[in-house]
T-cell receptor
Framework: DSGVTQTPKHLITATGQRVTLRCSPR?????VYWYQQSLDQGLQFLIQ???????AKGNILERFSAQQFPDLHSELNLSSLELGDSALYFC????????????????FGPGTRLLVL | AQKITQTQPGMFVQEKEAVTLDCTYDTSDQSYGLFWYKQPSSGEMIFLIY??????QNATEGRYSLNFQKARKSANLVISASQLGDSAMYFCAMREGLSGSARQLTFGSGTQLTVLP
């Protein structure tokens, strides 16, 4: 158990709908990352938040948005869903931006498996 | 260009034998970190081992070791004494830069390891 929690574990919805995925980081971790894993694109970074602020953006579609709340949990909102959005969505967390040394391991949650029909 | 290349889509190893999973990377940064994650069929991403670009010694964690050859830009994972439970997908990942705010990981396409009894 990594200490990162994600809900729900599975989500089935229809095209055009909107869903929200939730993530709670490990205790003490300030950074949250969202990744998408699909068969055709592999594992791709979507977005990073640090202590409530957006810090980096990857291949995140405009239909997708995220936020990190004062209690450090994060939500990923996916709207106008398409069939191609079906994927495993991971949240990961790490300690902080500035740490002594180089290692800042990202610990992954169990993922939310999204199926768009 | 691919930043992380894993050339072995699938590998087989006999139980109790050692196996090497290949990973090459491409970066112009002097400071970077290399990670290996394991993804069993259940889907979670499990952190295995880390190697920093300035680390002089190869990283080891139990049965896992990382064969780091900086000049060749390779970071191969060695699993000793393979166990049936090692059957999983293995991902190599890189984080470029040790300073600044961008901390996302770039993943390779993965290697599916099957341990044979």
């Amino acid at each position: 158990d990594s200490g990162v929690t994600q809900t729900p574990k599975h989500l089935i919805t229809a095209t055009g709908q909107r869903v929200t995925l939730r993530c709670s980081p490990r205790s003490g971790d300030l950074s949250v990352y969202w990744y998408q894993q699909s068969l055709d694109q592999g594992l791709q970074f979507l977005i990073q938040y640090y202590n409530g602020e957006e810090r980096a953006k990857g291949n995140i579609l405009e239909r997708f948005s995220a936020q990190q709340f004062p209690d450090l949990h994060s939500e990923l909102n996916l709207s106008s869903l398409e069939l191609g959005d079906s994927a495993l969505y991971f949240c990961a967390s790490s300690v902080a931006l500035r740490t002594s040394g180089g290692q800042e391991t990202q610990y992954f949650g169990p993922g939310t498996r999204l199926l768009v029909l | 260009a691919q930043k992380i290349t894993q050339t072995q889509p699938g590998m087989f190893v006999q139980e109790k034998e050692a196996v090497t999973l290949d990973c090459t990377y491409d970066t112009s940064d002097q400071s970077y970190g290399l990670f290996w994650y394991k993804q069993p069929s259940s889907g979670e991403m499990i952190f295995l081992i880390y190697q920093g670009s300035y680390d002089e010694q190869n990283a080891t964690e139990g049965r896992y070791s990382l064969n780091f050859q900086k000049a060749r830009k390779s970071a191969n994972l060695v699993i000793s004494a393979s166990q049936l439970g090692d059957s999983a997908m293995y991902f190599c990942a890189m984080r470029e830069g040790l300073s600044g705010s961008a901390r996302q990981l770039t993943f390779g396409s993965g290697t599916q390891l099957t341990v044979l009894p």
